[in-house]
């Protein structure tokens, strides 16, 4: 009866239609519900309860798409938003993993965690990438952090390779000073290469490793000489040089002789104080200890020396030039505190240059009895001036 005008094709599928929606109401109306519900536990990262949900609703949709594709419920841009979600939800476990990584302290190092933290999320943003979270300066401030935390463990390292150091030095073991110098050395160019010379937590482990290497042959003897010629007065709570420093000694720190009177066992001369400074430091490098210029106040005993009833170098003897070291009248063990060459002393901090105490041989005796100061510029040089150091019996640098 395909010729009867009662063939009407349009109405048959309109009632097809009508059919296919009567059929699937029921499931559309269980997939917004259960929409509806793995939208709220996506808010509140139940990713679990999420996933089962969306996984339901997209297999509801899907067999309606599928199986009733008369039916006006057909969905395709709803399938595609439900499996968006379902990405989304891994993207939230990615970074719920991440935050569980910056908030354990059970899992390796800082470093490993951060380091892991940084890769995950790395990997998060390249799959994952229009998700709410993707974040590209994350990914920067973890990568900053790495470098900070591992910055301070290398620092960390440096610092306790310094302590064995000083210790090596003190107890002059020199098969394991020169196995931590290398080690030292070693662990800074790493450190340098890693970060920059900028961020080592003491700038000058460099400097002082770099030479301690270049004058390791002589470390044991300039112990040795050093060791030798210390003394400890009564009334003082420190080591003393009994001498004025030599030009030797001098020589094979500084690398040079400033002297006018050439001679490696006259004390050197023509040191200004910032150089007698800096001659303190890297002896100090040297011997794992601090090392200090003289303070004023340590020489309050001397004020009842009878400066013309002891063999001192003053004018009236010296020929008005310097004398070898260790040929005076000592006092306490130390020679040449008055005479010879004045010396650089500091105040009480240890820090301000007071002047040049003692005298030198181009003074009077009488002179001294009024000031045995002379006040001086920092920078001032001349062939009278020299110094000698003191050592404090603790390690180098320590806060006691």
């Given at each position: 009866m395909r010729e009867s005008p009662y063939v009407d094709v349009g109405e048959v599928a309109l009632l097809k239609q009508w059919l296919a929606s009567l059929q699937t109401i029921d499931a559309v109306a269980e997939v917004e519900e259960v929409i509806l519900s793995a939208k709220e536990a996506y808010s509140i990262r139940d990713w679990n309860e999420a996933e089962s949900l969306f996984d339901r609703a997209l297999s509801i949709q899907e067999s309606i798409n599928l199986n009733m594709p008369e039916s006006p419920h057909v969905r395709w841009r709803l399938v595609q938003e439900l499996k968006d979600y379902k990405l989304m939800i891994e993207a939230g476990r990615m970074n719920q993993r991440i935050e569980e990584l910056l908030s354990s302290s059970g899992e390796g190092t800082e470093t490993d965690r951060l380091r892991m933290a940084m890769n995950l999320q790395d990997l998060l943003n390249n799959k994952y990438g229009s998700s709410e979270?993707?974040?590209?300066?994350?990914?920067?401030?973890?990568?900053?952090?790495?470098?900070?935390?591992?910055?301070?463990?290398?620092?960390?390292l440096l610092q306790q390779l310094k302590i064995e150091l000083n210790r090596h030095l003190q107890d002059r073991d020199w098969g394991l000073v020169h196995k931590t110098l290398l080690e030292l050395e070693d662990s800074v160019d790493r450190f340098v290469d890693?970060?920059?010379?900028?961020?080592?937590?003491?700038?000058?482990?460099?400097?002082?490793?770099?030479?301690?290497?270049?004058?390791?042959?002589?470390?044991?003897?300039?112990?040795?000489?050093?060791e030798g010629r210390l003394v400890r007065p009564p009334k003082l709570s420190m080591r003393i040089l009994s001498t004025e420093v030599d030009q030797a000694l001098y020589e094979h720190i500084m690398g040079t002789n400033p002297s006018r009177w050439v001679d490696?066992?006259?004390?050197?001369?023509?040191?200004?104080?910032?150089?007698?400074?800096?001659?303190?430091?890297?002896?100090?490098?040297?011997?794992?200890?601090?090392?200090?210029?003289?303070?004023?106040?340590?020489?309050?005993?001397?004020?009842?020396?009878?400066?013309?009833?002891?063999?001192?170098?003053?004018?009236?003897?010296?020929?008005?030039?310097?004398?070898?070291?260790?040929?005076?009248?000592?006092?306490?063990?130390?020679?040449?505190?008055?005479?010879?060459?004045?010396?650089?002393?500091?105040?009480?901090?240890?820090?301000?240059?007071?002047?040049?105490?003692?005298?030198?041989?181009?003074?009077?005796?009488?002179?001294?009895?009024?000031?045995?100061?002379?006040?001086?510029?920092?920078?001032?040089?001349?062939?009278?001036?020299?110094?000698?150091f003191c050592i404090l019996d603790t390690t180098l640098n320590s806060p006691n």
């Open positions: 979270f993707a974040d590209q300066d994350r990914v920067e401030r973890l990568r900053e952090a790495i470098a900070s935390d591992s910055s301070r463990a290398s620092g960390t890693a970060f920059s010379l900028s961020l080592l937590p003491e700038p000058e482990v460099k400097e002082r490793v770099d030479w301690l290497i270049s004058i390791e042959p002589k470390l044991e003897m300039i112990s040795t000489s050093v490696p066992n006259l004390p050197v001369d023509s040191v200004s104080f910032f150089d007698a400074q800096l001659f303190c430091k890297r002896l100090g490098w040297l011997l794992g200890r601090d090392v200090h210029i003289s303070q004023v106040d340590w020489f309050g005993f001397l004020s009842e020396v009878d400066l013309e009833g002891n063999v001192f170098w003053f004018s009236h003897n010296s020929g008005f030039r310097s004398k070898p070291i260790g040929n005076s009248e000592p006092i306490m063990g130390l020679y040449d505190l008055f005479g010879n060459l004045e010396e650089w002393i500091v105040d009480a901090s240890g820090e301000e240059v007071v002047g040049l105490f003692g005298g030198c041989g181009a003074d009077s005796p009488s002179k001294l009895r009024n000031d045995p100061i002379n006040q001086v510029a920092a920078n001032f040089r001349s062939r009278w001036t020299g110094f000698r």
